[in-house]
């Protein structure tokens, strides 16, 4: 599965800026819907475009690695009930 890792990324803009980072400025720079972004956050294994990807690369300075990452299916934790 490939996580995405815009919680990270804002933390570290939050922390080199020294002011918060609001998820309706990321989806306004970006040009991607707010719904949609909240979803890349908080679903796991959503799937989205690389025109998305390549967008929040250009916002938060990032290389693709840096904002999404391979975690094989055998290492994932078990969701809870």
Same mark, same amino acid.
Request: charged letters at 35%; glycine letters at 4%.
């Given at each position: 599965?490939?996580? =995405?890792? !815009?919680?990270? +990324?804002?933390?570290? *803009?939050?922390?080199?800026?020294?002011?918060? /980072?609001? !998820?309706?400025?990321?989806?306004?720079?970006?040009?991607?819907?707010? /719904?949609? =972004?909240?979803?890349?956050?908080?679903?796991?294994?959503?799937?989205?475009?690389?025109?998305? +990807? &390549?967008? +929040?690369?250009?916002?938060?300075?990032?290389?693709? $690695? &840096? +904002? /999404? $990452?391979? /975690?094989? &299916? &055998?290492?994932?934790?078990?969701?809870? *009930?």
């Amino acid at each position: 599965m490939l996580r =995405l890792k !815009i919680k990270e +990324l804002m933390a570290r *803009k939050e922390f080199a800026e020294g002011r918060r /980072v609001m !998820i309706s400025e990321i989806a306004e720079s970006a040009g991607i819907h707010r /719904v949609t =972004l909240s979803r890349m956050i908080n679903r796991r294994g959503f799937s989205t475009k690389t025109d998305y +990807l &390549d967008r +929040l690369c250009a916002f938060f300075h990032c290389r693709i $690695e &840096d +904002l /999404v $990452e391979y /975690v094989p &299916d &055998d290492q994932l934790p078990t969701p809870r *009930k």
